[in-house]
């Protein structure tokens, strides 16, 4: 009986039709299709998740600026150490209201810090022998309009006449040609070249078409280059000044 029904088993087995090899072809063409429908909806997920949470970074970085200039009799940070012209001034002057404070500039991390835009990609940007190169996370001050490096160059929050149109800090540059490790810190206006640079001024575009801003009113907002570098009122530069007439000092 047992032997009778394995021989009815292996028979019924060996009845059953097996895949050609075309019907293989076309299930693997049929998974191919799939991911490559599936996976650019992935990325562009990833990327909108990324730039919610660079967003919110922002908007870290933005309070920092505000609990600073309370604290300093409204002056806002500087952008950059006048002793080695590193652009990574301000995250060390806000440092105490966004992450751990350290005792100098030079000793900065970004990583993991909200000061970090998880789209930048800027690895290897800075050598290893400039001190500070752990501090750079993606982000610049608008240093032009709002304070470069000399005690100086301070400005005052309250000297900023339109505040919901005046941004303190924003998405950066990503590593390109042409470009020097310096350029990674700074948020460059639109009239202004980054410094070192031979190509003139370049599109700030992490996040597709944009990047995050936060400013001077408190708010933060994705802004596209387009709107960025056309400003508004016949002025380039609108959304850096501090005042509509507000002019370049040096």
């Known amino acids: 009986m047992v032997s009778t029904y394995r021989e009815k088993l292996a028979g019924s087995n060996s009845d059953r039709p097996a895949f050609t090899l075309i019907e293989l072809l076309v299930v693997i063409a049929i998974i191919a299709i799939s991911a490559s429908l599936l996976l650019p ?10 730039a919610a949470k660079c967003l919110s970074n922002e ?5 920092g600026y505000l609990l600073y200039a309370d604290d300093h009799a409204e002056y806002l940070p500087l952008a ?4 080695a012209a590193s652009p990574c001034q301000w995250f060390w002057e806000i440092s105490r209201y966004i992450a751990h404070e350290t005792g100098s500039w030079s000793n900065l991390v970004a990583k993991d810090k909200v000061v970090a835009c998880p789209s930048a990609k800027l690895k290897d940007a800075v050598p290893a022998s400039i001190p500070g190169n752990e501090a750079y996370g993606g982000y610049g001050q608008n240093y032009y309009y709002l304070g470069y490096m000399e005690e100086s160059d301070r400005k005052k929050l309250t000297q ?4 919901t149109e005046t941004c303190l800090n924003g998405d950066g540059l990503d590593v390109a040609p042409g470009l020097n490790w310096w350029n990674y810190g700074y948020l460059y206006p639109p009239s202004i070249p980054p410094w070192g640079t031979k190509e003139g001024v370049r599109p700030y575009v992490r996040h597709g078409k944009g990047g995050n801003y936060s400013w001077a009113d408190g708010h933060v907002s994705m802004m596209s280059w387009k709107a960025m ?5 016949g002025k380039i530069d609108w959304f850096y000044l501090k005042t509509p007439d507000d002019r370049r000092t040096w």
Request: hydrophobic share 30%; charged share 30%; aromatic share 0%.
């Open 59 to 63: 908007k870290q970085i933005g309070l």
């Open 229 to 233: 570098s056309n400003g508004l009122n």
């Open 80 to 83: 950059s150490d006048p002793k």
């Open 160 to 163: 900023i006449t339109k505040p």
């Open 41 to 50: 909806a992935l990325a562009r997920a990833k990327e909108k998740a990324r």
